[in-house]
């Protein structure tokens, strides 16, 4: 199975627009980051795990050819607001299958009227079917068994997502314990780490390392990660021996 890393970066993208920051101005690309997805493909098989707003940018960088269909975490616009550009596939593959909490379904039909319309429909819209994800019932892509695992973005649900050996979990503030139960025994744990500095809903990089340290996972990578967590190359070499710093276009096979 391989992992790329579509977006590694907090929910304005690294540079921020306007910004003066350090980070912003720097010149190495480990440090220009996108909005936080993944692209999961095994034989034949190809998922993305949200579809931000740089869908298209990470599509195209990517060179993904064909998509088997979309897990969604939550409805934060970071997460879904690229939900237009499938139609590139849809042209192609037909409707995309997207997974998703119910309360997430209800939220793109809200906010992406006429993808889900069902009269008068825009000729080229993007088209989808709907995938229900609940929590403790495994659900398959492919010849996989996919495990939902609930995390808590202060308030609100998301979904992190197991694979085999790989789990990939984002915009998590607090995992209740029988949750991390579901993390055991990982080859690969990507985790978000938002910055030094505390957060009402993500995890900052100590609480990150905490988990980590926990779940104890062979090796472990960070994500959703603002310009304000600094340097790549220079936070790269505060971190523990197994723990990475992920950046957009990075590769993992597994
Ligand atoms: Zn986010």
């Known amino acids: 199975m391989k992992v790329y890393f579509l977006g590694t970066g907090t929910s304005q993208g690294i540079p921020v627009i306007g910004s003066d920051h350090?980070?912003?101005?720097?010149?190495?690309?480990?440090?220009?980051?996108?909005?936080v997805s993944v692209w999961i493909s095994w034989e034949e098989h190809s998922y993305?795990?949200?579809?931000?707003?740089?869908?298209?940018?990470?599509?195209?960088?990517?060179?993904?050819?064909?998509?088997?269909?979309?897990?969604?975490?939550?409805?934060?616009?970071?997460?879904?607001?690229?939900?237009?550009?499938?139609?590139?596939?849809?042209?192609?593959?037909?409707?995309?299958?997207?997974?998703?909490?119910?309360?997430?379904?209800?939220?793109?039909?809200?906010?992406?009227?006429?993808?889900?319309?069902?009269v008068d429909r825009y000729p080229g819209a993007p088209s989808v079917k709907t995938i229900e994800v609940v929590n403790n019932e495994l659900f398959t892509l492919g010849d996989k068994k996919i495990i939902p695992v609930n995390v808590m973005h202060g308030d609100l649900q998301v979904f992190g997502y197991r694979i085999d050996d790989f789990a990939y979990v984002t915009d998590a503030k607090t995992v209740a314990e029988?949750?991390?139960?579901?993390?055991?025994?990982?080859?690969?744990?990507?985790?978000?780490?938002?910055?030094?500095?505390?957060?009402?809903?993500?995890?900052?990089?100590?609480?990150?390392?905490?988990?980590?340290?926990?779940?104890?996972?062979?090796?472990?990578?960070?994500?959703?990660?603002?310009?304000?967590?600094?340097f790549h190359e220079e936070v790269q070499k505060r971190l523990p021996e197994n723990v990475y710093l992920a950046y957009d276009?990075?590769?993992?096979t597994l």
């Open 249 to 252: 276009n990075l590769e993992i």
């Open 178 to 230: 029988n949750e991390i139960s579901k993390l055991k025994n990982l080859k690969v744990l990507v985790i978000n780490a938002l910055r030094e500095e505390q957060h009402i809903s993500h995890f900052n990089l100590q609480e990150a390392l905490d988990f980590i340290a926990l779940v104890k996972p062979e090796k472990a990578y960070l994500t959703h990660v603002s310009h304000m967590l600094g």
């Open 48 to 118: 993305v795990i949200d579809c931000g707003p740089d869908f298209r940018q990470q599509m195209l960088a990517s060179n993904c050819q064909h998509v088997d269909g979309i897990l969604f975490t939550h409805e934060h616009s970071d997460h879904t607001a690229g939900i237009d550009d499938i139609r590139p596939f849809n042209f192609k593959q037909g409707k995309i299958p997207i997974y998703a909490h119910q309360r997430v379904i209800d939220n793109l039909k809200s906010r992406f009227d006429y993808v889900f319309a069902t």
């Open 22 to 35: 350090p980070v912003c101005k720097s010149t190495d690309n480990k440090d220009k980051r996108l909005r």
